[in-house]
């Protein structure tokens, strides 16, 4: 499966955005997709996840009720919603696939990654 992110921006303290995960290929319906993200200086750090069969999800401590992953099958896309941003959840953003997965927080189980898409947040 390939994937490409998009939806990223400029937003001010407080504001929303919804990233988007558009994947390709058949084996979409049976991977997980994983969000990550990396800040400039940071280590690559998990930010949510959906399972393959969409009834888990999993979210990093600094983003839980926050930020919401889901999926549409039938568009082939999972969605970052980002509400109430604050200026350290400036990043790259990046989706990633890990066929049948459960949506572990485990970067390594996730072997398809789509480019980034950069998110910046002003206070």
């Known amino acids: 499966v390939q994937l490409q992110a998009s939806g990223g921006g400029l937003v001010q303290a407080g504001g929303s955005l919804r990233l988007s995960c558009a994947a390709s290929g058949r084996t979409f319906s049976s991977a997980a997709i994983g969000w990550f993200r990396q800040a400039p200086g940071k280590e690559r750090e998990f930010v949510g996840a959906i399972s393959w069969s969409g009834i888990s999800t999993n979210y990093a401590g600094s983003v839980k009720g926050r930020f919401t992953v889901s999926r549409d099958n039938a568009k082939n896309t999972v969605y970052l919603q980002m509400n109430s941003l604050e200026p350290e959840d400036t990043a790259v953003y990046y989706c990633?696939?890990?066929?049948w997965g459960s949506g572990t927080d485990n970067e390594y189980a996730y072997k398809n990654w789509g480019q980034g898409t950069q998110v910046t947040v002003s206070s």
């Open positions: 990633a696939a890990d066929q």
